[in-house]
C-alpha cells in the first residue's frame, strides 16, 4: 500500500466521531477490482471500433486513437459500480458505460485543441490534432458524442425492456454533458482573468463534476434506486466530481510529467484560474481532504459501499 494512500485512511480511522474507512477492501483489491472494471470497458469499447475501409477512414482511425489511448475508465466503472448497489447483472450498464467513455474522450480531444488549451500530449502520446490535424480532431470528437448518443437510442429502440428508466439515463447524460461543456466554457472565457470564488467552484463542478455526477445517477437510475437514495449519490458525486477537479489542479502544480504523460505547470502558464493559483497548494490539499471525507460519509448508509468509499480516496490521492 503506498503511503500517502495509508497516511490518507490513518487520518479518517484516527479522528474521534468522524468517519471510519471499513477496511474490508484493502488497497490491492480495490485495485484488482477497478483494474478488472477497466478492463471489462475496454473490451466494450473495442466492439464499437469502425475498422471498414471507407472515405472516412482516417476520421474512424482519429476516433480509435483517442479513444483506446488508455486512461483510468474512472467515469464508466462509477456508472458500473453505483449500479452494484442494486444489482448483479452489470451487463444491462455497458451501452452507457460506453457512452460515457466516449463523451469523456471526445471532451478531452476538444480540450486539447489550441484553441482552448492548446496541448501536445495526452496520456503520454501526442493529442489528436498533433498525431492527425486540428479539423480531424475536431470531427472526431463530433464523431464520438454523436456514436455515443446513437448507440444508447439503438438500444431503446430495439429493446423495450426498460424503456422508461433508459430514457430517464440517457436525460441524466444529456444534462451531464450539457453543463461540462458550460463549464469548459468558463475555463476558457476567464483564462488569464482574476474569477470569483464561487465562479470557480461553478466552473469546476460543471466542468469536470457534471459528468461524474450523470455517471453516478446514471448507475443509480437504472438500478432503481429510490429518490432518497438517488438524493445520497447525489451529494456523493457532487463531492468526488469537486474532489477530481481539485486533484488534477494539485497535480497539474506538482505531478510527475512521466506519470501524467503531459507537462506540468500548463494552468499557470496558461493564466487558468485553479484551487491551487487561488488559495494555494496546501489550502487546495486541505480542501480536498475534507470534501473527500463528506463524500465518504454521504454513502455510509448503503450496504456493498466499500468500493465507492475506496474509489473517493482513489480520486485524492491518484498521482495521475
Request: glycine content about 6%; charged content about 30%.
Amino acid at each position: 500500500m503506498c503511503k500517502n494512500w495509508y497516511n490518507l485512511i490513518q487520518r479518517y480511522t484516527a479522528r474521534k466521531g468522524e468517519i471510519l474507512v471499513l477496511l474490508i477492501y484493502n488497497f490491492m483489491d480495490f485495485k484488482y477490482e477497478l483494474n478488472k472494471k477497466a478492463e471489462l470497458i475496454n473490451q466494450e469499447l473495442k466492439k464499437y471500433i469502425k475498422n471498414e475501409d471507407c472515405p472516412e477512414k482516417l476520421l474512424n482511425s482519429s476516433v480509435e486513437y483517442s479513444l483506446m489511448a488508455g486512461g483510468k475508465r474512472i467515469r464508466p466503472v462509477l456508472i458500473m459500480s453505483v449500479y452494484e448497489l442494486f444489482g448483479k447483472d452489470i451487463e444491462k450498464t455497458f451501452i452507457f458505460a460506453v457512452a460515457i467513455e466516449m463523451i469523456h474522450t471526445f471532451s478531452l480531444i476538444h480540450d486539447d485543441l489550441p484553441a482552448i488549451d492548446n496541448d501536445d500530449y495526452r496520456r503520454g502520446i501526442l493529442t489528436n490534432h498533433k498525431k492527425f490535424n486540428e479539423s480531424t480532431a475536431i470531427l472526431a470528437g463530433d464523431s464520438l458524442l454523436n456514436y455515443a448518443y446513437n448507440l444508447i437510442l439503438e438500444d431503446i429502440i430495439n429493446n423495450e425492456e426498460d424503456k422508461n428508466i433508459k430514457l430517464q439515463a440517457l436525460y441524466e447524460l444529456s444534462c451531464g454533458t450539457d453543463r461540462m461543456i458550460a463549464g469548459e466554457y468558463i475555463d476558457t472565457e476567464y483564462e488569464g482573468k482574476e474569477i470569483l470564488s464561487q465562479y470557480l467552484e461553478y466552473m469546476h463542478k460543471n466542468k469536470t463534476g457534471a459528468l461524474i455526477k450523470a455517471c453516478v445517477r446514471i448507475g443509480a437510475v437504472l438500478g432503481g434506486a429510490t429518490e432518497e437514495e438517488l438524493d445520497k449519490l447525489t451529494i456523493y458525486a457532487k463531492k468526488i466530481g469537486l474532489a477530481f477537479q481539485i486533484k488534477d489542479d494539485i497535480l497539474s502544480e506538482i505531478g510527475d510529467e512521466k506519470e501524467l504523460g503531459k507537462p506540468v505547470g500548463n494552468d499557470r502558464k496558461l493564466g487558468k484560474c485553479t484551487y491551487v493559483t487561488k488559495y494555494g497548494l496546501e489550502n487546495a490539499q486541505q480542501m480536498l481532504n475534507e470534501i473527500t471525507e463528506q463524500a465518504i460519509k454521504s454513502i455510509s448508509s448503503f450496504d456493498n459501499n466499500e468500493f465507492l468509499k475506496q474509489l473517493a480516496l482513489y480520486i485524492a490521492n491518484r498521482n495521475k
